[in-house]
């Protein structure tokens, strides 16, 4: 039996981040925990391009633009973070079902890996919690996920 696994080594890799500036707060911790990943794996924050978007509903119109841009751009992998909180109306469920499908949208198409760092929470106190508290922080998790999955796609080419 054969089995296949990324490595978690980001050396050498070109990595575009699209965070959301709305709920920044919040945002803002998960950049940190992705760039502390990168960095913990050998990355170089010279090679992350920051792309800010005013929210997470605007993030797969970007995606999609990188995703369709980057062999020219060599970027290896896009990371996607954002914060979207529950409010008093339904406009929560309807940004973070369209946010999600669009980056899965864009992901499965893309020539290159895409991860999902956003973070949907009911509360305030979640969303702390799943931006470095409690429940460790979504973009660390987030861009570990990509370091690997940027590696198996290089190993399976």
């Known amino acids: 039996m054969k089995v296949r696994e990324g490595k978690l080594s980001s050396k050498g890799l070109k990595i575009a981040i699209i965070i959301s500036r709305f709920n920044s707060f919040f945002s803002e911790r998960l950049l940190e925990g992705a760039l502390d990943a990168i960095k913990r794996t050998g990355g170089s924050e010279d090679n992350v391009i920051v792309y800010k978007v005013p929210g997470s ?17 060599e970027i290896d992998g896009i990371l996607t973070l954002g914060v979207i909180i529950r409010g008093e ?17 864009v992901g499965i198409n893309s020539p290159i890996p895409v991860t999902y760092g956003i973070i949907t929470a009911d509360t305030i106190d979640q969303a702390t919690d799943r931006a470095g508290t409690k429940m460790g922080n979504k973009g660390f998790e987030s861009a570990m996920a990509l370091i690997e999955m940027i590696n198996l796609y290089k190993e399976v080419e």
């Open 57 to 73: 509903f605007e993030i797969p119109l970007l995606l999609k633009k990188l995703t369709d841009k980057a062999e020219s751009m």
């Open 89 to 105: 109306t339904p406009h929560f469920d309807y940004i973070a079902a369209e946010t999600t499908k669009g980056i899965a949208s």
